[in-house]
């Protein structure tokens, strides 16, 4: 972990992975993501989530999970018999969550600032994960102005 200053003069805290512009978070006890109902200190970020390389985001919940059973085939993953896919998140009662090999499905809910709590959130946990240049993708619809359906 080191922390450097940019031309800019803002400083940045990083990792192997993730940058992050709050260079006293690797001062932190502990970094609760709070909407992820995860934290830095009493789950082991890096081992749960290390191996991530894409974050599939979409708004619903149902969708996200559908998503990641659909991943589960086109993975070629067997789920031990008995299991079910687990909603990493669920105790938030916020997002929906699911981890299927390198691929992390989650729900991100309507409009910019619940996507944005989300994203906050998300990059945090890439950082203390110390994931490596994971690309984000949104899943979904949008609509459009003037434009037949």
Known sequence: VCSKMPRN?????????????????????????????LGSGSHDLRQMFGDIKYVCMGGTPHRMKVFAEYM????????????????????????????VGPVLSISHGMGIPSASILLHEIIKLMYHAGVKDPIFFRIGTCGGIGLEP
């Open 9 to 37: 003069g803002r400083r940045m805290s990083e990792r192997e992975g993730v940058t992050l512009w709050n260079p006293h978070i690797q001062d932190m006890e502990e970094d609760v993501l709070y909407h992820l109902s």
């Open 72 to 99: 589960v085939k086109a993975l070629g993953y067997t789920l031990p018999t008995g299991t079910c896919l687990n909603d990493i998140s669920a105790k938030s009662h916020r997002y929906a969550m699911y981890k």
